[in-house]
């Protein structure tokens, strides 16, 4: 068995940065119920659109990082087929966690263990209007002020 040190080290929580977190930002972990991701997302969009009649401006931007992309994947497609004109737009990225392990017994040494997670987080993935995906893809939708159409 390769965890036998385990029960001689505890795990030093890392203190999390204070990040501020944007109204249309959501942040979809393992734990958390897709049904719940899904329906503030409508809600942001739905209300973006209320205060401007223009789809291209309503956004949402889902982060996740290791086993959540799957179901923030999913939540995107979802998004996509209940509002019409939304595009996705999907980076993934790579991050290094370090996990920092101190002795509970003298004589022995502080362990730091460095894992490489996927993430898609910055820039997260975007849920967006036709216009606003279409430019960051380089394509010029039609009625925008300064493209050839």
Same mark, same amino acid.
Not at 63 to 71: T, Y
């Given at each position: 068995d390769n965890l036998w040190w385990m029960d001689k080290y505890v795990r030093v929580e890392q203190p999390k940065t204070d990040e501020t977190i944007n109204p249309n930002e959501i942040r979809v972990t393992t734990q958390g =119920?897709?049904?719940?991701?899904?329906?503030?997302?409508?809600?942001?969009? =739905? =209300?973006? !659109? #209320?205060? !401007?009649? /223009?789809?291209?401006?309503? #956004?949402?931007?889902?982060?996740?990082? *290791?086993?959540?992309? !799957?179901?923030?994947?999913?939540?995107? /497609?979802?998004? =996509?087929?209940?509002?019409? *004109?939304?595009?996705?737009?999907?980076?993934i990225d790579s991050t290094n966690i370090t996990d920092v392990w101190e002795p509970l017994e003298e004589g022995l040494d502080r362990i730091e263990s460095v894992r490489h997670v996927s993430s898609m987080r910055d820039p997260p993935t975007r849920i967006a209007g036709s216009s606003l995906a279409m430019l960051e893809q380089g394509i010029a939708p039609k009625g925008v002020a300064g493209w050839e159409s």
């Open positions: =119920k897709m049904r719940s991701y899904i329906s503030y997302a409508v809600f942001c969009l =739905k =209300k973006k !659109n #209320e205060e !401007n009649p /223009e789809p291209r401006d309503a #956004e949402v931007l889902l982060k996740a990082m *290791g086993r959540a992309i !799957n179901k923030t994947v999913t939540i995107a /497609e979802i998004l =996509k087929r209940r509002i019409a *004109g939304l595009h996705q737009i999907t980076r």
